[in-house]
């Protein structure tokens, strides 16, 4: 019993470490795409597989999946513990909890559940912005983040809903 346990810790593990290897490569591939509405705005697809470690593992498998991709990220391309990562993990978490609670209320598909994480991680950059700037001004913008954040939401919702279909075929 043992080994099966060990096994499908290592498993679990692995797979893990593989989606977050994914999600980076799809952060850097966003970086490689033109800036064409506003600079720093990108469509969030390493999202899409933050969504798919939601529906396919626990809370905590998937907070830890997290962690790792923001650190990950971090270190390859806004440094440790500088501004871009403390807006970067505020509105990271805050998505993350605002997707937990939205799918396990049963009210929203998938493509919903990322809409509303969308919606959190823009909010939450916008707090951790304006706490560090200390001032408000950036509250402005809300809303237009917030229109970007339906398209870009679904986008990634429904490539999350692909992936999870897919998931469970090969899981089978």
């Not at 498993?11 to 064409?36: D, S």
């Not at 509105?91 to 969308?118: E, I, W």
């Not at 970007?148 to 090969?170: D, E, H, V, Y």
């Amino acid at each position: 019993m043992t080994t099966t346990l060990f096994y499908n810790k290592t498993k679990t593990l692995t797979i893990l470490a593989l989606l977050a290897a994914a999600a980076v490569a799809l952060r850097f591939a966003e970086g490689l795409l033109p800036v064409t509405i506003a600079p720093g705005l990108k469509p969030g697809l390493a999202n899409s597989v933050t969504l798919l470690c939601l529906y396919l593992f626990p809370l905590r498998q998937t907070v830890l999946y997290l962690a790792v991709r923001v650190m990950l990220t971090a270190l390859l391309f806004t440094g440790l513990f500088t501004p871009a990562f403390c807006i970067g993990t505020t509105g990271a978490v805050l998505s993350l909890a605002v997707m937990y609670a939205a799918k396990r209320s049963n009210v929203f598909s998938l493509p919903g559940v990322s809409v509303a994480g969308a919606c959190a991680h823009n909010l939450g950059q916008l707090i951790a912005a304006c706490l560090l700037m200390q001032s408000t001004a950036l509250f402005s913008l809300l809303p237009f983040l917030i229109a970007l954040s339906i398209p870009f939401g679904l986008l990634t919702g429904f490539i999350a809903q692909r992936l999870l279909r897919l998931a469970k075929i090969n899981a089978v």
